[in-house]
């Protein structure tokens, strides 16, 4: 087993936000709002089997839905960031992200 | 020789580069042989008339210049910064000027310059405007630079030209290099490791050309344009403060900087507490944050996580402590323009930018950006980092008006409208404005008439002008509803009295009332919803500010008080509230009897019953101009103009009074200030007297005594109530 770190970073704002790794909801929240100074809203922890899954993150309210494939065979950390026209944006890091 | 660490950037011997020893030199004006073509003009300005404008602008017209605009003749307490951003380090070529006006209203510009065909001539046109832009119309500046060694010689002189208004000429005497001043305030935990500079050679990756120094944070701020003064007492903050788990939450920084930082006050000032711990709650994930968006004063705190990913250099770092200190550096003064209200590289463009257009610098090399999310991570980050604020955020730091940048800051005049008065740490006086209700909520159309105190708070007796509190010439009003610019309060009248002086002794006070609800500016409080209230007086050694005093407008409760609003709400309504009563001002008179017959029991219909019975119990005269030609503004002789006596109608005046002042005395007392309804009861007891009903005015006085008497007036006054009665009575 292998751990996701999911962090929701920029663009978030009063959102509500799912998040499903290989189709089981890991992560339901509602109100993300992100930290201007420290550009962090959120976050949320998952276990899957090693290999490959697929990430998915949606926001309900704007009907905006993105997902991700990738290879869980150590413990990852998922950013999602929120871009013009709340579209999704993953970033995958092998190693925890810093905010300042 | 090394540039010195201002913006000015004078250039210098390296012995004479820290400020206080550059000041020391500036006091002695000792004629160091300095080439003058290194001398730069960079800094703070301030407007000083006794600045030789014909010496210094020699190629002006000047007899074509306006010397100065008209509010500044009209409102003299003016005063006027210029800042010059011309040359020195990191130049922006750019002028920025500040006007304040009666205290409160302030005008801010900015232009981008260029030089002129002169030597020290620099022009540029207007491109950003802040506040009373009314009062500003002009397009283009052209600033005339006098340089020299001697900083007591530096002046500029800014002529403003274009935007249809006269040109106006300023002289401006030069006063800083710094464009701001700003405290900071070092405080740590014992577990934490801060670091407060750095050698910037000291680790391998930098720029080729980076200079060989001991960079300090106050180093970095100075060059981007701030005087900084540092707490000369920082405190080691006690680890109880973060609770039971030893990490940091917002709120327990919040409270701890309540308590450890000396400078702490809930309002907006140049000042900022700069926190090292060990780690915050969310984890070793965060570096540092600007934790504070508590409370009314944001972005005046801001910590630094010494336990956390900053402290973790990357795998094979050649020299990691270097690197260590190099990162907890770089985040605190991350931290720090946090506080100074700029935003991360990549955010330039969201929520609503200062200037419109503000494009993002995803890959700045800005203590702004973060160094791991450029291109090519922090190795290409830190290879090209000269450690300085990118151009747009200097823009900012130096130019942007001062309530964005200043920390504590908040909308236009929330909680420091009156920020530039000149209030002594131990004041004279107390200044009150008071509504005398359990809550300052007024109902909707209903008048507002303010009591004012002012109480002498210090131990020697003062000798004031027996009219201070009604010579609105010397006072400013200023009122605010929520959402809305700040307005000054101009009242229909000023009124000049023979100079007359009088002893308050400590402890004692003086009442006036002041109506505000309208004035020349119109109906400024009229609409429902939250107002704030602020006023000072201005004497010759200080200003005297009151608290702010917030006020409610309730919402109309019928669709009659809202159609009525459109007639009442009016300059002649306002006038004859103002003046109690008119005898000529006929549509506004109609609007007040509308207003008594369809809502008799409202506290405006008894506002309407006061001012419509004050002219009738008494024979009164106006100036009859209807003869008098359209079009032209003669004399009242050549107008023929006549003097018309008009006759009291005593008895339906009285009926209005004793409706108004003694049917429900304690809502009369309550909506028409303890002031006006004293004063209103004795000009109806006076009348009664004169019509020889004694009795009724006797009667009057006690009614009048006994609602002061319960609203807890002080004693004087109901003394005098007592006394005037007994003398009605015939002295029984």
């Known amino acids: 087993m292998q751990t996701l770190h999911l962090e929701l970073q920029e663009g978030f704002d009063d959102d509500r936000v799912v998040a499903r790794l290989n189709g089981v909801q890991f992560l339901s929240l509602d109100h993300v709002t992100t930290r201007m100074q420290t550009g962090f809203a959120a976050a949320g922890t998952t276990q899957a089997a090693d290999g490959k899954a697929v990430l998915e993150v949606s926001l309900p309210a704007s009907g905006q839905q993105a997902s991700t494939e990738i290879n869980l065979i150590q413990t990852l950390w998922a950013g999602v960031n929120v871009g013009p026209g709340k579209a999704i944006q993953f970033r995958i890091s092998q190693a925890p992200f810093g905010y300042v | 020789m090394r540039v010195q660490d201002t913006p000015a950037g004078v250039m210098q011997p390296a012995t004479l580069a820290e400020p206080a020893e550059q000041e020391n030199i500036e006091a002695l004006d000792l004629p160091i042989s300095i080439p003058p073509l290194l001398v730069t003009a960079s800094g703070l300005y301030l407007w000083n008339a006794s600045v030789p404008l014909p010496a210094v602008a020699s190629k002006l017209a000047l007899d074509d210049s306006g010397p100065t605009d008209q509010l500044d003749i009209v409102f003299p307490l003016t005063s006027e910064r210029l800042c010059l951003d011309i040359d020195g380090r990191y130049p922006q070529m750019t002028a920025s000027g500040t006007i304040t006006r009666l205290l409160s209203q302030q005008t ?12 020290n001539q ?33 002046k500029a002189v800014a002529i403003f030209t274009g935007g249809g ?36 050679h000291a680790h391998p990756n930098r720029p080729a050309s980076l200079p060989n120094e001991t960079l ?61 711990a060990a780690q915050h709650e969310q984890g070793s994930s965060l570096g540092g944050i600007m934790f504070d968006d508590i409370g009314p004063n944001h972005r005046q705190g801001t910590a630094i996580f010494t336990n956390s990913f900053i402290t973790v250099p990357p795998a094979g770092d050649p020299n990691p402590a270097a690197w260590i200190n190099r990162m907890v550096f770089w985040t605190a003064a991350h931290e720090m323009g946090h506080a100074f209200n700029l935003a991360h590289s990549w955010q330039k463009a969201m929520g609503v930018p200062w200037i419109p257009g503000l494009a993002n610098e995803p890959e700045a090399r800005s203590f702004m950006n973060y160094p791991y999310s450029v291109t090519g991570g922090q190795t290409a980050f830190f290879s090209n980092f000269q450690f300085r604020f990118s151009d747009q955020e200097l823009l900012f730091l130096r130019h942007a008006p001062a309530r964005y940048v200043q920390m504590g800051n908040a909308a236009w005049f929330d909680h420091h409208g009156f920020e530039q008065a ?75 009295w023979e100079e007359k002086k009088r002893v308050l002794n400590p402890g004692q006070a003086t009442y006036q009332s002041l109506f505000i609800s309208a004035g020349r500016n119109g109906w400024d409080i009229s609409e429902p919803g939250r107002y704030t209230v602020q006023l000072c007086i201005h004497l010759e050694a200080e200003d005297i500010v009151s608290p702010p005093l917030q006020l409610r407008i309730s919402p109309p409760r019928s669709y009659d008080e809202k159609y009525l609003a459109q ?50 119990v008494r024979d009164g005269k106006s100036l009859d101009m209807s003869r008098l030609p359209d079009g032209q503004l003669v004399s009242a002789r050549d107008a023929q103009a006549t003097l018309l006596v008009q006759r009291a109608d005593f008895g339906a005046g009285a009926r209005l009074f004793k409706e108004a002042l003694l049917a429900r005395p304690q809502l009369a007392a309550e909506t028409l ?3 006006d309804y004293h004063y209103y009861v004795d000009r109806f007891s006076d009348a009664l007297e004169e019509q020889g009903r004694q009795d009724e005015a006797a009667d009057a006085q006690s009614t009048l005594l006994h609602t002061l008497q319960q609203r807890k007036v002080i004693q004087p006054v109901l003394e005098s109530i007592r006394l005037r009665e007994r003398d009605l009575r015939g002295g029984n």
């Open chain 2, 122 to 154: 620099y022009l540029g046109s207007i491109w950003y405007k802040d506040g009373n832009v009314a009062a500003f119309p002009y397009t283009n500046v052209e600033i005339l630079v006098t340089t020299s060694i001697f900083p007591s010689l530096r």
């Open chain 2, 216 to 276: 300090t944070l106050q180093k970095v701020y100075q060059r981007a344009g701030f005087d900084v003064t540092t707490s000369p007492s920082p405190s080691i903050v006690p680890l109880a403060g973060a609770g039971a788990n030893g990490k940091w939450s917002d709120q327990e920084m919040h409270d701890a900087m309540q308590v450890y930082w000396s400078k702490f006050a809930n309002k907006a000032q140049w000042a900022l507490w700069t926190f090292f």
């Open chain 2, 422 to 496: 000149r209030v002594l740490p131990e004041p004279t006086f107390k200044l009150e404005a008071r509504v005398n209700r359990a809550e300052p909520r007024f109902d909707f159309l209903e008048p507002i008439t303010l009591d004012l105190k002012l109480t002498n708070t210090s131990s020697q007796p003062q000798l004031i002008d027996d009219k201070i509190l009604e010579e609105l010439e010397h006072m400013t009003v200023i009122i605010k509803k929520d959402g809305k610019e700040a307005r000054s309060f101009h009242p229909y009248a000023n009124r000049c």
């Open chain 2, 165 to 200: 208004a006269a040109k106006r000429v300023r002289g401006y005497q030069y006063e800083s290099p710094y464009f701001h001043p700003v405290q900071f305030e070092f405080d740590c935990t014992a577990d934490a490791k801060p670091v407060f500079a750095i050698q910037t």
């Open chain 2, 567 to 616: 007639d009442l709400l009016t300059d002649e309504v306002g006038r004859i509230l103002s003046f109690d009563g008119s005898r000529v001002l006929g549509s506004g008179l109609d609007t007040l009897n509308t207003l008594v017959e369809q809502l008799p029991d409202s506290r405006a219909a008894l506002h309407a019953k006061v001012a419509l019975a004050s002219p009738l």
């Open chain 2, 673 to 675: 200030s303890h002031f």
């Open chain 2, 108 to 119: 801010h510009w900015i232009a981008k310059l260029k030089p002129g065909p002169n030597p």
